[in-house]
């Protein structure tokens, strides 16, 4: 696994901290696990709401405001042809690019555009934390790249349906410019990948399709997001208590997950064929919702379940599937044998014999170099050793480590 990759973890308020006129420092965490976050105004914290806000609210546009903002590793390649509508990490591998800039951060931000005759919102790239927190003609900061999100010449896409990685690309001096950008979480990942796609003109679907695999049946859900619509319009006229609609907003959005599981078991009630299904899985089973793509289950739980209306713009690339919540069986009982348990991750030391390229000798030496290896969300990691935290030793029988 690339060190660069972070756990899920719920959305926090940063105070931004004033340190010139018309400056911000945004203290974007290092640990998102430790209470970090990417969003710089509570008020802000689902960016599809955002987008609703713009639609109801009428002459209330803020040019160069601050919408979103994330810190990101961000590469940037260049193509000298056109890239096709579903660009990602497989076409690559087939197309022509060099590199501009490799792997590096970048505090991502994303703004209203302070032109009218342009896009509605454009992304920008800043090397420093300390950057305006809105934009005018006499901001001292600049940002290092800008991408203005035009429906007619930018695209996006998920680069990788596997770690959520996108890739924005648009015209640029007779070829492409293509942004490779890798947030904190697959779940902020998706977040903005929404939020992009509603910008260049994606609209949700007011249908919303369901499998069932235990059943064989795919359920058509209509309308499931209307609670959450309703509370969008009203943080949008109650602008005496913005706070308080924003908050009941963020309330619809979190249970978004339920309402679609609670719609699908009483549709399935409807039918006195599965009754005997729905009543098992009602006194012994916990239902839950998974993206599915081939074999791999992304399970919508904890910020994905919170985060769940901003990322269902994944029924591009995945299937959503209601399906009870069971763990993978830790033993198997081979035929005429005893039951075999499944045996405990490995990790510890090891020493490597070979450098990245696979050589085995460097400056005339054997090359060698003791790390500690680990598994982590089915990823094979790897450390220094005065890094690495191995886990207590087995205790025998008497109670004492061994």
């Keep these: 696994m690339n060190g660069d990759a972070a756990a899920d973890a719920p959305m926090a308020k940063i105070p931004p901290n004033h340190v010139s006129s018309g400056m911000v420092r945004f203290n974007v965490p290092s640990e998102v696990g430790q209470g970090g976050g990417s969003n710089i105004n509570p008020t802000l914290s689902q960016v599809s709401r955002r987008r609703s806000w713009k639609q109801f609210r009428q002459g209330q546009a803020h040019p160069g405001e601050i919408v979103k903002t994330e810190k990101m590793l961000v590469r940037i ?110 779940s902020s990942s998706v977040e903005w990948y929404t939020f992009i796609r509603n910008t260049l003109g994606w609209k949700r679907s007011s249908d919303l399709q369901v499998n069932v695999p235990d059943l064989s049946v795919i359920l058509q859900i209509t309308n499931p997001f209307s609670d959450v619509e309703a509370a969008a319009k009203a943080a949008a006229s109650e602008s005496s208590n913005r706070d308080m609609a924003i908050l009941k907003t963020v309330e619809a959005e979190n249970a978004v997950a339920n309402v679609v599981i609670q719609r699908c078991m009483s549709i399935l009630r409807q039918s006195s064929e599965w009754s005997d299904v729905l009543e098992n899985w009602l006194q012994h089973e916990r239902m839950g919702l998974a993206w599915k793509r081939y074999d791999r289950l992304e399970w919508v739980h904890g910020a994905n379940e919170q985060r769940m209306y901003g990322t269902l713009a994944m029924q591009r690339s995945h299937e959503l599937e209601l399906r009870p919540k069971k763990h993978y069986p830790t033993n198997t009982v081979p035929s005429g044998r005893p039951i075999f348990k499944e045996p405990a991750p490995v990790e510890g030391f090891l020493i490597r014999l070979t450098s990245q390229r696979g050589r085995v000798q460097r400056f005339g030496k054997m090359f060698f170099k003791r790390l500690y290896f680990f598994t982590h969300n089915q990823y094979l990691c790897y450390c220094r050793p005065a890094k690495a935290l191995p886990p207590a030793p087995p205790k025998s029988l008497s109670g004492q480590s061994i």
Aim: charged share 30%; proline share 5%; with cysteine.
């Design 77 to 186: 390649d260049t193509a000298g042809q056109q890239l096709p509508e579903e660009y990602d990490e497989n076409d690559s591998v087939k197309t022509e690019s060099r590199t501009l800039e490799k792997w590096r951060e970048y505090v991502v931000v994303c703004r209203e555009s302070r032109q009218e005759d342009q896009s509605d919102f454009l992304i920008q790239l800043y090397k420093s934390r300390v950057i305006p927190a809105k934009e005018g003609p006499g901001a001292s900061k600049r940002c290092t790249h800008e991408i203005p999100l035009l429906k007619k010449t930018t695209n996006v896409n998920l680069y990788s349906t596997l770690d959520k990685t996108l890739v924005i690309w648009l015209p640029w001096k007779g070829g492409t410019k293509i942004f490779i950008l890798r947030p904190r979480s697959s």
